[in-house]
């Protein structure tokens, strides 16, 4: 499986942004997707997750009444919608995947990784 992010843009504090994250390969439903992002100097961080089927979707407090999660069955593909979106939701916002879904909030636990996409919420 090969993952591919995109969306990423500037947006003003209180703006909506949508990533995708474009899957190609074979995935079951044991699939899960992770969105991690990384602000300079700190460490990568978990923002939210779902598996392939859609029965389950994880979002870390930050995102909790701002950020959703669907996919797209159609383009394989997994789409995190963030809005009301804070200066610090700010850095590069990458897709990850692996199977099961012990663990999904540490990095370490993916094998699958896309290239990242640069969020920046500025004024």
């Known amino acids: 499986v090969q993952l591919q992010a995109s969306g990423g843009g500037l947006v003003q504090p209180g703006g909506s942004l949508r990533l995708s994250c474009a899957a190609s390969g074979r995935t079951s439903n044991a699939y899960y997707t992770g969105w991690f992002r990384q602000a300079p100097g700190k460490e990568r961080e978990f923002v939210g997750g779902?598996?392939?089927?859609?029965?389950?979707?994880d979002l870390a407090d930050s995102g909790k009444g701002r950020f959703t999660l669907s996919r797209d069955y159609a383009k394989n593909t997994v789409h995190l919608q963030m809005s009301s979106l804070k200066p610090e939701d700010t850095g590069v916002y990458y897709c990850a995947g692996r199977s099961g879904v012990r663990s999904v909030l540490l990095p370490t636990s993916y094998n699958v990784w896309g290239r990242g996409t640069q969020v920046t919420v500025s004024s």
């Open positions: 779902i598996t392939w089927n859609s029965d389950r979707t």
